[in-house]
């Protein structure tokens, strides 16, 4: 898919675009309505849900999947892909009445093959093997020790349907607006936002948030081990262009056809020196790479309730190689640079797998082999999705399949 950064002018055009986004939530509060009054009104009428049969949900897990139960009224109607970690030998118990298919490392290794190399074994990062066999162009992934958290009303959070909101509606990530999200109901653009960037940026992620067990690191574990996040804040905002951001893949989503390829949760887990920072480095990689394709990131709500703190001393073990490494990571990919023949993901992304190679390779020797993984990673993805030919297609996506 070839992507071309939105050009600066168009008020015209921008307009045009806010009326069609107009249209779009007329279409979400009629969806309200008829899952609220209207139901009741008449429940022999069905709804379908957001994307029915253009969303998987992956889950990486090690044990029975009895949590699904929770997530039933929101999750039974959409297709489930679930990455087996660990014993392939283990029976892993999916409740009935979900559709779904499983994956355990005999499977990642049949599929790819010598390939399989660049998938983490005993990590939850295996869960990206679910992102490359998926055939939708949405991606929900969840943890299997999330539940289904409730608003400050006590209503249940439908954080699904609330993700598939985020990406349907546009971006803001080359002006801030103060308001928040300009796209959501009882919002709009503040005085001064320039009319020709109101049409925004395609939404490539949504990244919720959680209450209750906050994603911390080890060392802030270990001083606040009684901590748990209590506040909900009732907003959605896009991370501005040239910020990066510790992104979390607990609860997550995001457009497959705009930034699939790019998101790979590295080399963690069994045989390497770290963990606990797939989801990271695939942010830091997802972000560069939008800024560079103008696409947005969007954080925020939806929240989940996070049920199980890890054990810190387990997660320090992980972590700790990470945490001094990150001191230079973080600069790398602050000051990653694209050129400008770089128009799909997957030409991003092997572009910055020679960075990693040229720069943190001097780090350590870990990253090399990481650089090596990356383009490994795009083979095999490319291996499973053959990329289709797509004509460049400035502010608007690209018709590749």
């Known amino acids: 898919m070839e992507i071309e950064t939105p050009p600066s002018g168009g008020s015209h055009r921008a307009l045009a ?8 939530d007329l279409v979400f509060v009629w969806g309200e309505r008829e899952r609220g009054g209207m139901a009741k009104e008449s429940s022999s009428v069905p709804c379908t849900p957001l994307l029915k049969d253009e969303l998987d949900i992956v889950i990486p897990t090690i044990r029975n999947l009895d949590f699904l139960e929770m997530w039933r009224p929101f999750f039974q109607p959409y297709h489930l892909i679930i990455v087996q970690d660990g014993d392939p030998s283990k029976t892993i118990k999916v409740p009935e009445g979900f559709d779904y298919e499983l994956y355990n490392r005999n499977d990642i290794n049949r599929i790819l093959g010598p390939k399989a190399a660049c998938i983490s074994f005993k990590d939850s990062a295996c869960r990206c093997f679910g992102y490359m066999v998926s055939k939708k162009k949405y991606i929900y992934t969840i943890d299997d020790d999330c539940f289904v958290a409730k608003d400050p009303t006590g209503k249940e959070i439908n954080a699904l349907e609330q993700h598939i909101k985020n990406l349907l509606s546009p971006a803001t990530p080359h002006f801030f607006n103060t ?7 009882g919002a709009d653009f503040v005085r001064g936002y320039p009319f020709s960037l109101r049409e925004g940026a395609r939404t490539a992620v949504s990244h919720g948030l959680w209450l209750n067990i906050p994603d ?13 996040n209590t506040r909900y804040v009732d907003a959605v905002l896009t991370i501005p262009k040239g910020t990066l951001f510790p992104m979390c893949g607990m609860n997550l989503a995001f457009d497959r056809e705009l930034i699939g390829p790019a998101m790979y949760f590295g080399l963690m887990g069994d045989g390497q020196p770290i963990g606990r920072y797939d989801d990271m480095w695939a942010g830091w990689c997802t972000k560069v790479i939008c800024d560079h394709l103008g696409l947005g990131i969007k954080t925020g709500l939806p929240y989940i309730w996070h049920s199980k703190a890890s054990n810190p001393f387990v997660n320090l073990k992980k972590e700790y190689k990470g945490i001094f490494w990150q001191e230079e990571l973080i600069p790398f990919f602050q000051s990653a640079v694209l ?4 128009t799909t993901v997957q030409k991003c992304y092997i572009e910055l797998s020679k960075q990693v190679r ?5 780090i350590d020797p870990y990253f090399t082999k990481l650089a090596d993984a990356m383009v490994t990673w795009i083979e095999a993805w490319d291996d499973l999705n053959p990329p289709t030919v797509a004509a460049e297609v400035p502010n608007g996506p690209a018709k590749g399949k």
């Open 339 to 342: 050129s400008k023949e770089c």
């Open 179 to 185: 308001l928040y999200d300009p796209y959501r109901e």
């Open 17 to 24: 675009r806010l009326f069609s986004f107009f249209l779009l």
């Open 216 to 228: 911390y690191d080890a060392p802030t574990q270990l001083v606040k081990p009684r901590e748990r």
């Open 358 to 362: 040229e720069k943190l390779g001097k």
